[in-house]
Every structure is written in structure tokens, then in C-alpha cells.
């Protein structure tokens, strides 16, 4: 089965960090850009960070820069992409997915496979 997986959301305390993860399964990852997008309740979902195939182009969304990190892992038995989250704020909490693309673009309508996300929750 073809699908994306999400992993390391969990609730945080402001200021705190979090590393998301998003596994492939039943495809390899190395030909795509990985987009990581998020939807906080009553809001539309909104991209945050994307990684070409080759991990050369990145973009990241203005609130986040300079605090989260995109990596990928393109090795032969590993086959993921990274979202390392520090300095989290309250308004990060959302639900946060992964999604297969043909470049990096913070345009959600360019991706043809997504996660079923994981919930990111920054609260003191």
C-alpha cells in the first residue's frame, strides 16, 4: 500500500521542540519533493516547509523560519523526511501532514499524497 506516514507530534510547553517525521511505505520518496503542511481548527490548511527531491531547494513559511529545520533521508534503507521544530509557539498547534509533490511549493494543490497527519499541541 502506497502511503505516507506521520509521527512525533505530541504536546509541547511554549518554547520546547519537536521533530516530525514522515515515512514512506510502498514508494520511495528520493524522486519527490516533500511538502509539511498544517491546519489549525477553523483554518485553512497552510504549508509550512517543503524539500525538493534532492534536498537542495527549501522554502519555509515566513512564521517558522529560522526555527524549523527540513532534512530528508534519501538513503537506501531509509526513506523519510524531517521537520525539526524548536522554539514552538502557541500558534503552531495544528495538525500537521506530509504530502508527495513534483517540486517544493508551499501550494497545497500540487501535491498528490498526503498523510493523515499528527497533532502538534504547544500549551503551557
Known amino acids: 500500500q502506497v502511503q505516507l506516514v506521520e509521527s512525533g507530534g505530541g504536546l509541547v510547553q511554549p518554547g520546547g521542540s519537536l521533530r516530525l517525521s514522515c515515512a514512506a511505505s510502498?514508494?520511495?520518496?528520493?524522486?519527490?519533493?516533500i511538502g509539511w503542511f498544517r491546519q489549525a481548527p477553523g483554518k485553512e490548511r497552510e504549508g509550512v516547509s517543503c524539500i525538493s527531491s534532492g534536498g537542495t531547494v527549501t522554502y519555509y513559511r515566513d512564521s517558522v523560519k529560522g526555527r524549523f529545520t527540513i532534512s530528508r533521508d534519501n538513503g537506501k534503507n531509509k526513506n523519510a523526511v524531517y521537520l525539526q521544530m524548536n522554539s514552538l509557539k502557541l500558534e503552531d498547534t495544528a495538525d500537521y501532514y506530509c504530502?508527495?509533490?513534483?517540486?517544493?511549493?508551499?501550494?497545497?494543490?500540487?501535491?498528490?499524497?498526503w498523510g493523515q497527519g499528527t497533532q502538534v499541541t504547544v500549551s503551557s
Open positions: 510502498g514508494l520511495s520518496l528520493n524522486f519527490y519533493a
Open positions: 504530502a508527495r509533490g513534483p517540486e517544493c511549493s508551499p501550494d497545497r494543490y500540487k501535491y498528490d499524497l
